[in-house]
């Protein structure tokens, strides 16, 4: 790193863009832009004769796309920092280029502060998200977490109804009966018509039998 400043170089294809983030580096100590690139093609030929510490990539420009473009420098340079500096906020956009190797994700309409914090971070080798990205992330490992739960198990048992694969989870995981019912805000009686039910649908005899066909299944 030269005079121990984080080298960058920007690739996006509108001038005006390149040269607002030539303006606000140019007043940040620490930080120099040593290139720019208007291509996918370009800022690849421009990360591996330079070395930068970081690319600040679109995503969509002429040519190689910024997603295709991140992972041609990464798998010639692996410690190259690669932040996606998009307009584009969607899921598709977003973990592709998390899966290509960005390490950080920045919207073009958030404030210099965020953009800064992000290339420092990333230059000490971190990966970081703002705030928006970060709930968007969480939010789709939400639903991966609800998937694995709920809809594997009911494609293995597809008779039982969402409160009767509910409740055989609980029994997979060792509650009894009024257990269930105090979780679930029913009565006991509602809960033995359901385990009643599910022994019928799934063809078992008792709750041992009924356990190991669900834990067989992943529940529990």
Known sequence: MNSGNIRLVVADDHALFREGLRALFLVIPGIEIVGEAATGGEVVALAEKLQPDIVLMDINMPGVNGIDAT?????????????????????????????????????????????????????????????????????????????????????????????ELEILGLIAQGANNGQIAEKLVISDKT?????????????????????VKARDAGLG
């Open 71 to 163: 992972r041609q420098i990464l798998r010639a340079n692996p410690t190259t920092g690669v932040i996606a500096v998009t307009m584009l906020e969607d899921d598709a956009s977003l973990f592709s280029a998390m899966r290509a190797g960005a390490r950080g994700y920045v919207l073009k309409g958030a404030n210099h502060q965020e953009l800064l914090q992000t290339v420092r971070a990333v230059a000490r080798g971190q990966a970081l998200f703002g705030a928006p990205i970060a709930a968007r992330i969480m939010a789709f490992f939400k639903d991966i977490a609800s998937n694995l739960e709920f809809d594997l198990p009911r494609e293995a048992f597809p008779e039982l109804t969402p409160r």
């Open 191 to 211: 809960v033995r018509n359901h385990i009643t039910s599910i022994f019928s649908k799934l063809q078992v005899a008792d709750r041992a039998q009924a356990i």
